[in-house]
């Protein structure tokens, strides 16, 4: 694709229900396919749902900071542009860095995982092909236009949601016993030691695999500035995909644990990776359908390439970012004239390209760069929280009236503030075993991305002497 003139903005052609699809599917993927019964094995199905419940609250919370943000200011940097805006200019530079950097991995990661899901059907095939054909795709999607991006995301996104109402509809089925007999009724919730096994601390221990299933539900603050009407369409998908992921994720639990016991084995084997035995496939099975695993196979398929498709969307857009705040080099601002930063689309599939590549030839680094990206979403949370915080705060002192926004956050400070702590109890409760027994390996694997955060934010601060912003001087004008 080449390009007649120099151009440096990308376009508003997102419409709102792409908007809401994005952010809806985003966190809508093997989260939940996969790796929710094991929430329920570690912590009971009681357990399971609080996690899920209090993890649904705080991104909740967070979403309403991000809604308040992106409505006063849209731009494709999104939290990025408000931590550097709002707080602190070398916060911006590390976190947008940062999440750049954990979004590229996370499409070689995305890559690798949906060709061992076509191997599931095409066992003879070599699996380097059908990652480099998958990369190839998602390169074109993103390459034509926004709008090519978000129809697409619209119907993998879309595809995930059937399966999940389809999925509900026979569980309660088979609950009440309308299409399997006797009725399996909610027993199992007082099986053993059901319905809390293990008291707190495997609560806390599930937060965590409640926390990665939500990641990617910032996603509506990067689309923010590609949106038609982001006035209207963030605050729509905001509201929309609160009470859609809370009922999909809360009634899927409750449908799990009262067909599958939670001292089955089948729940943490799907964890790792095993179709065969994802919940969704077992109370499929259990209703007849013989075809259930490929069909589960095909539906985690979409979701892994959506994720990737997701992936390079965000990740080229906070490299464009990045140019448009000066904390990266201009060209990557640059757009065709179709409003694609191709330049920032490139060089992050490079980056995705080299990682597949150390998968094969270096194993060990690709776990090392697969862990750097593991907490990247939790840290751009706190990042979101901490930056409502300070422009709510710095917009009141500064004389402003709150009828003055287009979008309030839900309970200030307290929402915010909530976040923040939930946030650093799951960033800090990753890995409490590595501590107790002092593994330095295991520890630097979980906690890596976190000395790279620090090591960006005050090597940016010793270069370039910022300080944190104070409230009276923060600009919490709508324009950029």
Not at 51 to 70: D, H, P, R
Not at 165 to 182: C, K, V
Not at 420 to 429: F, P
Request: hydrophobic share 50%; aromatic share 14%.
């Amino acid at each position: 694709m080449s390009e007649t003139k120099s151009q440096d903005h990308v376009q508003r052609n997102l419409k709102t229900r792409h908007v809401s699809m994005i952010a809806l599917g985003g966190c809508i993927g093997t989260g939940l396919f996969m790796t929710s019964g094991s929430t329920i094995s570690k912590a009971g199905p009681g357990g399971g749902l609080v996690a899920y419940l209090a993890m649904g609250i705080m991104v909740y919370f967070l979403m309403t900071s991000l809604g308040e943000l992106a409505t006063n200011l849209p731009v494709s940097g999104s939290f990025a542009t408000y931590n550097a805006r709002y707080v602190d200019p070398a916060l911006g530079f590390a976190m947008g860095w940062n999440y750049w950097f954990n979004w590229a991995i996370t499409v070689a990661v995305d890559i690798s995982t949906a060709a061992i899901l076509i191997q599931y059907w095409l066992p003879h095939t070599p699996g380097w092909i059908w990652s480099l054909l998958i990369l190839v795709i998602i390169f074109l999607i993103n390459a034509l236009s926004v709008s090519t991006f978000g129809e697409t995301e619209y119907w993998l996104s879309l595809i995930k949601i059937v399966t999940v109402i389809i999925f509900l509809i026979i569980g309660f089925a088979m609950i009440f016993g309308i299409m399997y007999h006797p009725a399996v009724g909610f027993k199992n919730f007082t099986y053993k030691k059901a319905p809390f096994v293990g008291g707190f601390p495997a609560i806390l221990n599930v937060f965590l695999i409640a926390g990665f299933s939500f990641q990617g539900t910032e996603l509506i603050g990067v689309t923010a500035g590609e949106s038609e009407d982001p006035q209207k369409a963030v605050p729509k998908a905001i509201k929309e995909v609160f009470w859609r992921i809370l009922l999909f994720y809360i009634l899927s639990i409750v449908v799990i644990a009262a067909l599958i016991p939670y001292t089955s084995k089948n729940l943490l084997s799907a964890a790792n990776g095993n179709i065969a035995v994802s919940p969704f496939t077992l109370v499929f099975k259990r209703a007849g359908l013989a075809f259930a695993a490929s069909l589960i196979n095909a539906v985690v398929l979409t979701s892994v390439l959506s994720s990737a498709n997701s992936g390079a969307y965000a990740s080229t857009r906070m490299l464009y970012a990045l140019a448009h705040d000066h904390y990266a080099p201009k060209a990557f601002g640059r757009t065709t004239k179709a409003g694609i930063p191709l330049l920032s689309l490139i060089t992050t599939m490079a980056v995705a390209l080299i990682t597949f590549a150390t998968s094969i030839f270096g194993e060990k680094i690709y776990m090392w760069l697969v862990a750097a990206s593991g907490l990247t979403g939790f840290i751009a949370w706190v990042g979101i929280a901490l930056s409502h915080y300070r422009f709510r705060k710095a917009f009141v002192l500064q004389g402003h009236q709150l009828s003055e926004l287009k979008y309030h956050a839900k309970l200030f400070p307290l929402g915010p503030i909530i976040a923040l702590i939930l946030c650093i109890i799951v960033i800090g409760g990753q890995n409490i075993e590595a501590f107790v027994k002092w593994d330095w390996q295991q520890i630097g694997i979980t906690y890596i991305s976190v000395p790279l955060v620090l090591i960006l934010y005050f090597g940016y601060k010793w270069k370039h002497h910022t300080k944190i912003i104070p409230l009276d001087q923060v600009d919490v004008s709508s324009e950029k």
